[in-house]
């Protein structure tokens, strides 16, 4: 069965400084990988996804993730945090294996920044 | 271009009465999702449906139910709310590929006093 973690309920960052978010996750067969995030008072949006044709993604407002299959991590990281990165981080899997009712979310990070 | 789109944002329910939560997607998505999402829960699948006039039980569906009449529309029911129900539930549409996005909505706040 699928699942995903990620470490971290809660990360705080300086502005300007490195943002990095977990995400491992368990899969049988090849995964579909996806970040999204969820600004106050609204529904999630991708970031970016992760479908095999290449492991460094790059996605929207300078986000990207690597996954890493030895790893079984696909860790999201911006080089510089702004003010507006505040907002909750959800990782989620799929496989060509699962049902359309399985997309599995992680827990979520909440990421502040500190101004 | 609206996405998918939810009403009402908001609603203040008394236990026992019923509701209708309504989604409109645009972008003729085949699959579409009702979740929830409660504090330290994550997202929980309520029900789902792979086309109109189909709808399946997702992973708490218990005291809500669903109808697809038409493709872009996809309707939540609570027929007895009751204070657990107290959430934000968000609707989401897919294309329906394994590795299709979500496309969610902003979500509605229900509470059930």
């Known amino acids: 069965a699928q699942s995903v973690t990620q470490l971290g309920s809660h990360v705080s960052v300086s502005e300007g400084a490195l943002v990095l978010l977990r995400c491992n996750y368990s899969s049988s067969v090849p995964p579909y990988l996806f970040w999204y995030v969820q600004y106050p008072n609204q529904g999630l949006q991708l970031l970016l996804k992760?479908?095999?044709?290449?492991?460094l993604v790059k996605g929207i407002n300078g986000f990207e993730a690597e996954f890493k299959k030895s790893e079984t991590s696909f860790h999201l990281t911006k080089p510089s945090a702004h003010m507006s990165d505040a907002a909750e981080y959800f990782c989620a899997v799929s496989t060509s294996k699962t049902s359309y009712d399985k997309v599995i979310f992680g827990p979520g990070t909440s990421l502040s920044v500190i101004p | 271009n609206a996405g998918v789109t939810q009403t009402p944002k908001f609603r203040v329910l008394k236990t026992g009465q019923s509701m209708t939560l309504l989604c409109a997607q645009d972008?003729?998505?085949?699959?579409m999702y009702w979740y929830r999402q409660d504090p330290g829960m994550g997202l929980r699948l309520i029900h789902y449906?792979?086309?109109?006039?189909?709808?399946a039980k997702g992973e708490v569906p218990d005291g809500y139910n669903v109808s697809r009449l038409k493709k872009q529309n996809f309707l939540l029911g609570l027929e007895s709310a009751a204070p657990s129900q107290t959430s934000v539930y968000f609707c989401?549409?897919?294309?329906?590929?394994?590795?299709?996005?979500?496309?969610f909505g902003n979500g509605t706040r229900l509470t059930v006093t």
């Open positions: 449906s792979v086309g109109e006039g189909t709808t």
């Open positions: 972008m003729n998505h085949e699959y």
């Open positions: 989401a549409s897919s294309a329906g590929f394994h590795n299709s996005p979500l496309h």
């Open positions: 992760y479908t095999s044709a290449a492991t």
